[in-house]
C-alpha cells in the first residue's frame, strides 16, 4: 500500500511539472520565430497574422505578411490557403495573380482537413460559383459545380450557406433554360426557396438588415420565376400555388418586381387568382414611383374605365420617369393630348393638346403621327 502511494505521488509530482502546450499567437515574438522557422505550419500562419496586424512596429506589412501565409500555406493550413488566395485575387501583400489565385483557392477547396474551421466548404462554394460562369480561368462544367455544392458539407456562416443555395438555384435554372425540363425547375426553385430560408435565419443584430431583407426577397423572387416556368413546361395540370406563395413572399419582404407582379396578377384575376383592383392598387401603388410598368398600368385602366383624372396623374408620373421606352412614352403623350384636347379629367387646352401630339408622334406612336399629319393640313 504504501510503495503504490509512493508510485503515485511520484506521478503526480513529474505531471505537475508538465504544461499544456500553447498555442501559437500566445509565444513572444521569438519563441513564434523560431517555431514558425521550424516548419510549424499554426505558426507560421500567427506569424502572418502579426505582420499583417503590425504588432511588431504598428505598421501593417503586407509583403511579410504573405511569406508566412505562403509557408504555412504550403504546409497545409486551411486559413492560410484561404489568405494566400485572397491577397492574390486582391493584389494584397503580392502582385495580382489570377491563376495563383485559382490554385490557391482550389488547394483551399480540396484540404481534407476540418482543423481550422470551414475554409474548404467556402473555398468550394466560391470555385463552384466560377465555375458556373466559366470566369477566372475556371472551366465552365455546370454538372461538376452541382455535384461539388450538394456534396459538401461544413459549419460555414448562413451567408455562406445562402449563396451556395443561390448557386445551386442558378446552376439548375440553367440546365432547365437548355433543356426546358420541368424537374430542373422546380429543383431550382427549390434551393432559391432554401437561400430565402437562409437569409431568414441570420441574426439580424451586427448584420445589415436591408441586405438580408434584399437577399430573401430577392431569393423568393427568383422562385416564384422558377415555379412559373416548371407549371408552364410541366404535363401536369397547373397548379400556381408555390409561385404565388413565392410572389407573395417576395413582396411582403419588399422586393418591387414581386410587388408589381402580384399587383398585377390581382388586376388582371391571373393564375386562379379573383380580380381584386383594390388589392392590385394595393400593391401597384407601393412601387408606381419607381417601377414606370406599374404608372402604365394604373394610368392605363383608369383610361379604359374613364377615370381620367387619376389617368392624368398616372401618365403625367410616367413622362417624367427615366428608362421608359418610347412606344409607351409616345402612347403615353397621345392619350394626355387627347385628354386635353377633349376636356376629359382636365379643363381644355388645345395647346398643351398639340404639343403633347406632336412629342408623340416623334416618339414614333402610329396614331399620333396620323392626328399631326390631320392637323398639318387643317391649318
Given amino acids: 500500500?504504501?510503495?503504490?502511494?509512493?508510485?503515485?505521488?511520484?506521478?503526480?509530482?513529474?505531471?505537475?511539472?508538465?504544461?499544456?502546450?500553447?498555442?501559437?499567437?500566445?509565444?513572444?515574438?521569438?519563441?513564434?520565430?523560431?517555431?514558425?522557422?521550424?516548419?510549424?505550419?499554426?505558426?507560421?500562419?500567427w506569424m502572418g497574422k502579426t505582420f499583417e496586424a503590425g504588432r511588431l512596429s504598428q505598421t501593417p506589412d503586407l509583403s511579410?505578411?504573405?511569406?508566412?501565409?505562403?509557408?504555412?500555406?504550403?504546409?497545409?493550413?486551411?486559413?492560410?490557403?484561404?489568405?494566400?488566395?485572397?491577397?492574390?485575387?486582391?493584389?494584397?501583400?503580392?502582385?495580382?495573380?489570377?491563376?495563383?489565385?485559382?490554385?490557391?483557392?482550389?488547394?483551399c477547396a480540396n484540404n481534407p482537413s476540418n482543423v481550422y474551421g470551414d475554409e474548404?466548404?467556402?473555398?468550394?462554394?466560391?470555385?463552384a460559383r466560377f465555375?458556373?460562369?466559366?470566369?477566372?480561368?475556371?472551366k465552365k462544367d455546370v454538372d461538376a459545380a452541382i455535384s461539388m455544392l450538394e456534396n459538401v458539407y461544413g459549419l460555414a456562416r448562413t451567408e455562406i450557406n445562402a449563396i451556395r443555395y443561390r448557386?445551386?438555384?442558378?446552376?439548375?435554372?440553367?440546365?432547365?433554360?437548355?433543356?426546358?425540363?420541368?424537374?430542373?425547375?422546380?429543383?431550382?426553385?427549390?434551393?432559391?426557396n432554401r437561400e430565402a430560408k437562409e437569409w431568414g435565419e441570420i441574426p439580424m443584430a451586427n448584420h445589415d438588415v436591408k441586405k438580408l431583407q434584399e437577399g430573401m426577397s430577392q431569393a423568393y423572387m427568383s422562385a416564384a420565376y422558377m415555379w412559373l416556368?416548371?407549371?408552364?413546361?410541366?404535363?401536369?395540370?397547373?397548379?400556381?400555388?408555390?409561385?404565388?406563395?413565392?410572389?407573395?413572399?417576395?413582396?411582403q419582404k419588399g422586393h418591387s418586381g414581386g410587388m408589381y407582379f402580384l399587383g398585377e396578377i390581382y388586376l388582371n384575376g391571373?393564375?386562379?387568382?379573383?380580380?381584386?383592383?383594390?388589392?392590385?392598387?394595393?400593391?401597384?401603388?407601393?412601387?408606381?414611383?419607381?417601377?414606370?410598368?406599374?404608372?402604365?398600368?394604373?394610368?392605363?385602366?383608369?383610361?379604359?374605365?374613364?377615370?381620367?383624372k387619376d389617368a392624368r396623374l398616372y401618365y403625367t408620373h410616367l413622362i417624367g420617369m427615366k428608362?421608359?421606352?418610347?412606344?409607351?412614352?409616345?402612347?403615353?403623350?397621345?392619350?394626355?393630348?387627347?385628354?386635353?384636347?377633349?376636356?376629359?379629367?382636365?379643363?381644355?387646352?388645345?395647346?398643351k393638346a398639340d404639343e403633347y401630339t406632336a412629342k408623340a408622334s416623334r416618339l414614333g406612336d402610329p396614331d399620333a403621327a396620323k392626328i399631326q399629319q390631320w392637323l398639318n393640313q387643317k391649318f
Avoid at 448557386?167 to 432559391?192: S, V
Avoid at 416556368?229 to 413582396?251: C, G, I, Q, R
Avoid at 383592383?277 to 374605365?305: F, R, T
Wanted: hydrophobic share 40%.
Fill in 1 to 45: 500500500m504504501k510503495k503504490a502511494l509512493i508510485i503515485l505521488f511520484a506521478i503526480i509530482i513529474s505531471l505537475s511539472g508538465i504544461q499544456a502546450k500553447q498555442y501559437p499567437h500566445q509565444y513572444g515574438y521569438d519563441k513564434l520565430r523560431k517555431e514558425a522557422l521550424k516548419g510549424d505550419a499554426m505558426s507560421q500562419y
Fill in 120 to 127: 474548404a466548404f467556402v473555398a468550394k462554394v466560391n470555385l
Fill in 167 to 192: 448557386t445551386l438555384g442558378q446552376l439548375y435554372k440553367e440546365k432547365a433554360d437548355e433543356t426546358f425540363a420541368p424537374e430542373y425547375y422546380k429543383k431550382a426553385a427549390e434551393y432559391y
Fill in 323 to 351: 428608362g421608359v421606352a418610347n412606344e409607351v412614352l409616345g402612347e403615353a403623350y397621345r392619350k394626355l393630348a387627347a385628354m386635353y384636347r377633349f376636356g376629359r379629367g382636365v379643363e381644355k387646352d388645345e395647346t
Fill in 229 to 251: 416556368m416548371h407549371e408552364t413546361f410541366s404535363d401536369t395540370p397547373d397548379d400556381y400555388t408555390n409561385m404565388l406563395n413565392a410572389v407573395k413572399a417576395a413582396a
Fill in 131 to 138: 465555375m458556373c460562369d466559366g470566369t477566372h480561368g475556371v
Fill in 64 to 107: 511579410e505578411a504573405f511569406v508566412w501565409y505562403l509557408k504555412a500555406a504550403r504546409s497545409g493550413h486551411g486559413t492560410a490557403q484561404e489568405k494566400v488566395y485572397t491577397m492574390y485575387n486582391a493584389g494584397r501583400g503580392v502582385a495580382k495573380n489570377d491563376a495563383e489565385f485559382i490554385h490557391w483557392l482550389r488547394e
Fill in 270 to 308: 391571373e393564375f386562379g387568382v379573383e380580380k381584386d383592383v383594390k388589392e392590385a392598387w394595393h400593391w401597384l401603388g407601393k412601387v408606381y414611383n419607381v417601377k414606370p410598368q406599374a404608372s402604365y398600368i394604373m394610368a392605363d385602366y383608369c383610361y379604359g374605365i374613364k377615370a381620367y
